[in-house]
């Protein structure tokens, strides 16, 4: 018998459990997330948009809906959409960069819909939106010229990025637009954190993407996945007093 199968079940089933107890929770009443400082700037750099007559640019990053990094995709979706119904609000020019054609129809689809509930529908330009090139350079060569040809006075810069995160961050910085990024890349974290003005850092873009689309089973899922790091705080600090003490018990536990 392999060592850690029972150990390992048992946890998938503590983990699947607490994320089900959130869900029905947030069904019910949805949960508190904290203020996430990237999320809140939003209205802010929209505003300065607005006052200055300029635009503001966004994009989802470099990355498809058919890869593992589809999750911060969706939630880069989502910010978008909110940008978008506070552009329409409030008659902003909008420019949408998408590198993958399948993500193409999703932010189409989502701006245009931002629009309509704000009852915009036919201020919304189809060039809104544009696609550029699923080849990363290609892509970042396009982002950078919109960035520079608009003067854009805000930039939000969300989803899963590469090398060309750094190039978008000083693009920003170079016509004076305020920056928001967000990724859950943890190679490109520190160089939108040392360029931008604000930084969603790994799971908070996620969370702000739930937080937007106030999803009883999104958000639930993430007060479920909060209780499991507490548990496995809790777990990890017993563990390592046992294991100071000299007891073997909770190896004996997690090797079954």
């Known amino acids: 018998m392999v060592s850690g199968r029972v150990s390992g079940f048992m946890a998938l089933l503590i983990i699947f459990g607490t994320m089900m107890l959130g869900i029905e929770r947030a069904k019910k009443q ?96 189809p060039g809104t939106v544009v696609f550029t090139s699923p080849e990363q350079y290609a892509y970042a060569a396009a982002c950078l010229g919109i960035i520079q040809r608009e003067k854009v006075t805000a930039t939000v810069l969300v989803g899963h990025f590469a090398s060309e995160a750094i190039n978008f961050a000083e693009a920003s910085a170079a016509v004076g637009a305020i920056s928001i990024a967000g990724t859950e890349s943890t190679t490109q974290l520190p160089f939108f954190t040392a360029a931008c003005d604000y930084t969603m850092i790994g799971e908070e873009l996620l969370a702000a993407g739930a937080y937007i689309s106030q999803d009883p089973v999104r958000l639930g899922s993430i007060n479920g996945q909060d209780y499991v790091k507490l548990f496995s705080f809790i777990w990890i600090l017993i563990g390592s007093l046992l294991t100071t003490i000299g007891s073997v018990w909770m190896k004996d536990i997690l090797t079954r």
């Open 30 to 125: 949805l949960p508190t997330i904290r203020k996430i400082a990237g999320l809140e700037a939003i209205d802010e750099a929209v505003g300065r948009a607005t006052e200055m007559g300029k635009p503001i640019f966004c994009t989802p990053g470099w990355s498809d809906i058919t890869t593992s990094t589809a999750a911060p995709t969706f939630a880069a979706l989502d910010i978008i959409h909110h940008v978008a119904r506070l552009a329409a609000r409030f008659d902003t020019k909008l420019v949408v960069a998408i590198a993958y054609p399948n993500v193409f129809p999703l932010a189409e689809q989502v701006v245009r819909q931002a629009f309509v509930l704000e009852g915009k529908a036919d201020v919304y330009e």
